[in-house]
């Protein structure tokens, strides 16, 4: 391990127990509570930190990784940053493969934490960068023995993570039971473990996994899609679209709309995969009168996306402007939003 490396009991023993947070959502003129899981405060500011974590002992345990072994891996954003964080703190070279997409945030942090940023350029045959990017870490592989990829989108320790950890902190809040618990997907892998902890001990709580239109991770035709950090242009190989009790599919408008909305009356800042749920959520609620307690998983905050969803500039240049700018009033109702008004609990 490189000189003056952190110790590897002290970054493992801060990532989960992160908070949840109670607000009150006004639906159809009633105040229902959500309660706002922040994984935001995880050491690498998102929920990734958890997959990160277990990808890599994953490979560990395995006898894949180990001094001399570099990690690579292909990540649009928050994966990257997590894995920076739990590679430097481990020891081990860590190469990203990214897209033009990736926000500077992410790229930064990634930066800061010794990563080397590998950028693909040219799109894939699909139009997105995954592909891409997955044939740029086969090169890299396959150039380079001590190389290894922790896959996660395939790796089972990625819905494990959140089976064992993720899962079983949503219950352990002490708020009681959630009737509803709303995930986004990616890879699917937090969706795919915190539905199967879920219907294991609380068969009576639906685990909604919440898309935005163009996805196709849990099905539905592909599109435009301006969000990062929720979705995919291939499905999930960890949670079908039978997997959650539902899916939800929600335009990337709504999903603005909801985390401006927060920001603005809480300033609780979130990223758009949870503005998603947060959205989902509300529809939700407004369909089923008796539901009392409802959980949204926040996989990131607004840290990562002030200069693109919190920024009026890039809005307007993604064609969001008509509805998500100017008065909350006028633009949550032309994003079709489900909830008009939000506040601290
Ligand atoms: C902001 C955000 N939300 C949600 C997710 C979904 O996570 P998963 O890949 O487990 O489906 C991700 C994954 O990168 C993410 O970055």
């Not at 990540?75 to 500077?104: E, H, I, M, Q, W």
């Not at 945030?105 to 010794?114: V, W």
């Not at 539905?220 to 242009?233: D, H, N, V």
Request: contains cysteine; aromatic residues 6%.
């Amino acid at each position: 391990m490189p000189e003056g490396t952190p110790a590897r009991a002290k970054d493992v023993s801060r990532i989960g127990r992160t908070p949840l947070l109670p607000v009150r959502l006004r639906v159809a003129g009633r105040w229902r509570e959500v309660g706002l899981k922040l994984e935001q405060f995880n050491p690498g500011g998102s929920v990734k930190d958890r997959t990160a974590y277990a990808l890599v002992e994953d490979l560990e345990d395995r006898g894949l990784l180990g001094p001399g072994r570099t990690v690579v891996e292909s990540t649009s954003g928050n994966l990257g940053a997590a894995l920076a964080y739990v590679c430097r703190s481990r020891g081990y070279p860590f190469v990203a493969v990214v897209d033009p997409r990736a926000s500077r945030r992410n790229l930064d942090e990634m930066a800061a934490l010794a990563a080397t940023l590998e950028r693909v350029d040219a799109p894939d045959a699909h139009g997105g960068y995954l592909r891409a990017r997955i044939r740029r870490v086969r090169e890299l592989l396959a150039s380079d023995p001590t190389c290894v990829w922790p896959d996660q989108y395939r790796n089972p320790a990625n819905p494990r993570v959140h089976r064992e950890q993720t899962g079983p902190e949503i219950l352990r809040h002490g708020s009681g039971r959630p009737d509803a618990v709303f995930v986004a997907v990616s890879t699917g892998g937090t969706l795919a473990g915190v539905a199967q902890y879920l219907r294991m001990v609380a068969p009576g709580c639906r685990v909604v996994g919440v898309d935005v239109r163009g996805s196709v991770v849990l099905g539905g035709p592909p599109g435009r899609r301006r969000l990062t950090g929720i979705g995919a242009g291939r499905p999930s190989d960890f949670a079908r679209p039978g997997d959650g009790d539902q899916v939800r599919h929600l335009s990337d408008a709504e999903a603005v709309a909801a985390c401006r909305l927060l920001r603005e009356r809480t300033g609780v800042g979130v990223g758009g995969s949870s503005g998603a749920v947060l959205a989902a959520a509300a529809r939700y609620l407004t369909e089923r009168p008796e539901v009392e307690r409802v959980v949204c998983l926040c996989a990131d905050g607004a840290d990562r996306y002030e200069d693109t969803l919190y920024s009026g500039a890039w809005l307007r240049e993604h064609g969001f402007a008509t509805g998500t700018t100017g008065a909350a009033a006028a633009r949550t109702a032309a994003a079709g939003l489900a909830f008009d008004a939000v506040a601290l609990a």
